[in-house]
């Protein structure tokens, strides 16, 4: 069964404060990865799509470790505004349907 | 663009009661997606239509039924509902073909059987 693996958290920090999130994949296949937003009692929104060099995006860096099989997401300068919970994304190549993680919480107090 | 579209957004049945969930985008997506999302289980997908006229079962499919009505509109259909199926239903499409599948979701229907 393809599997991606989230610590749920919660992640409790300051504002202002960078924190970082790791998620593993046991599907040696997947290709394509993404991080996801989810507010409380929301539906999950895109953040960004991981590549393999590396992205970022603003406050968010996104790393792919391949050979490790783990993807990160990092947040700098936390704002009260990114509290959520983040999910972890996979997709094996040749298939158009994803493998999400149970998500990780972040709450971020003044 | 309304992007994806469900509804209802909040239902209660009583056990053994049937309905529908509906759900349509309008982004000229391809595929469509239904999953559900309980706690501490993530997001599990149910069924998927990869293309207009196709269907295909997810993780868990089992009492759930799904219709591509047409390119639009992917149904979800619950013949006889059980308490296991209460739950947060979604709805998403995505652009076959394209390398990375970014899937855009509906907001939800919250559903509970008694």
């Known amino acids: 069964r393809k599997e991606v693996e989230q610590d749920p958290g919660p992640f409790n920090v300051p504002e202002g404060a960078t924190v970082a999130f790791n998620c593993t994949y046991s599907?040696?296949?997947?290709?394509?990865f993404f991080w996801y937003r989810q507010d409380c009692r929301k539906e999950p929104k895109l953040l960004m799509s991981?590549?393999?060099s590396g992205n970022e995006d603003g406050r968010f860096t996104a790393q792919l470790n391949r050979a490790s099989q783990y993807i990160s997401l990092l947040i700098r300068d936390s704002k009260l505004s990114d509290s959520a919970t983040y999910l972890c994304?996979?997709?094996?190549?040749?298939?158009?349907?994803?493998?999400f993680g149970k998500g990780t919480m972040l709450l971020v107090s003044p | 663009n309304a992007g994806v579209t469900q509804t209802p957004k909040f239902q209660v049945l009583k056990t053994g009661q049937s309905m529908t969930l509906q759900c349509a985008q309008d982004?000229?997506?391809?595929?469509m997606y239904w999953y559900r999302q309980d706690p501490g289980m993530g997001l599990r997908l149910i069924y998927y239509?990869?293309?207009?006229?196709?269907?295909d079962k997810g993780e868990v499919p089992n009492g759930y039924n799904v219709s591509r009505l047409n390119k639009r509109e992917f149904s979800l259909r619950l013949e006889s509902a059980a308490p296991s199926q209460t739950s947060v239903y979604f709805c998403?499409?995505?652009?076959?073909?394209?390398?990375?599948?970014?899937?855009?979701f509906g907001a939800g229907t919250r559903l509970s059987v008694l």
């Open positions: 994304v996979a997709r094996e190549s040749g298939y158009s349907t994803l493998t």
């Open positions: 998403a499409s995505s652009e076959a073909g394209a390398d990375k599948n970014i899937q855009y």
């Open positions: 599907n040696s296949a997947s290709q394509s």
């Open positions: 991981v590549y393999s």
């Open positions: 982004m000229n997506h391809n595929s």
């Open positions: 239509s990869a293309s207009e006229g196709t269907t």
